[in-house]
């Protein structure tokens, strides 16, 4: 595609549920990179990929969330037992090389937990 | 402290103004000066970037970096409704992190 996709675009979780969330990034491109975004605040690091390897998770706020991308492509972002301040847009970035090249993001996930 | 600071506004001006939005930052090992454009329910998408001090001008935008300050801004010109959005600055250093600033709501009023 000619973008980052991010699906769902919308999510309502009952607290305590576990929900994934996918990412397709630009093909070909080498890093993908997981932030959250609070309402009225700024995108928050959860972590980063080169290819398959995820070379920094430093950000992912408690064990419940799990990132994973097996062949270096799609990505999702696994919550464990959801907790309402888990709510948050999530925004999958991915860039075509190593070190800083522009950054392209995809039009995140909105995870509602009631 | 938070590596990146940005006033979150809100910020409402007329039309054909002048925006001057600001950072300060405090790690000095920032490289990349980025400010990206959010629209209400879109992901950020990248206006303007600069590597190192200096300026940069792209039509009616120009990003300024002062590295010995810690201190970016970015200046729309001839501001238009259609520049309505939120404004993040961002910075990157080696460790492959984008850190943000929390953002500012720009409104230009018809």
């Known amino acids: 595609g000619a973008g980052v996709s991010q699906s769902p675009r919308y999510k309502v979780a009952k607290r305590g549920q576990d929900v994934a969330l996918r990412c397709d990034p630009i093909?070909?491109?080498?890093?993908l990179f997981w932030y959250q975004q609070a309402l009225g605040q700024g995108p928050e690091f959860l972590t980063y990929f080169q290819n398959e390897a995820q070379l920094d998770k430093s950000g992912l706020p408690s064990d419940r969330f799990f990132a994973e991308r097996p062949e270096g492509s799609v990505s999702t972002l696994k919550i464990q037992r959801t907790q309402q301040e888990d709510s948050a847009v999530y925004l999958c970035?991915?860039?075509?090389?190593?070190?800083?090249?522009?950054?392209?993001f995809g039009q995140g996930t909105r995870l509602t937990v009631v | 402290q938070k590596e990146v600071e940005q006033d979150p506004g809100p910020l409402s001006v007329p039309e054909g103004a002048i925006v001057s939005l600001n950072c300060t930052y405090s790690n000095s090992a920032f490289q990349y000066f980025m400010w990206y454009r959010q629209y209400s329910r879109k992901g950020p998408e990248l206006l303007m970037y600069?590597?190192?001090?200096g300026n940069k001008e792209d039509g009616r935008f120009t990003a300024q970096v002062d590295k010995s300050s810690k201190y970016i801004s970015l200046f729309i010109r001839d501001s238009q409704p259609s520049d309505s959005a939120t404004y993040l600055c961002?910075?990157?250093?080696?460790?492959?992190?984008?850190?943000f600033g929390t953002g500012t709501s720009l409104t230009v009023i018809p």
């Open positions: 600069t590597y190192s001090s």
């Open positions: 970035a991915s860039s075509s090389d190593r070190g800083w090249t522009e950054a392209f």
């Open positions: 093909s070909g491109h080498v890093s």
């Open positions: 961002a910075m990157f250093r080696t460790g492959n992190q984008f850190y």
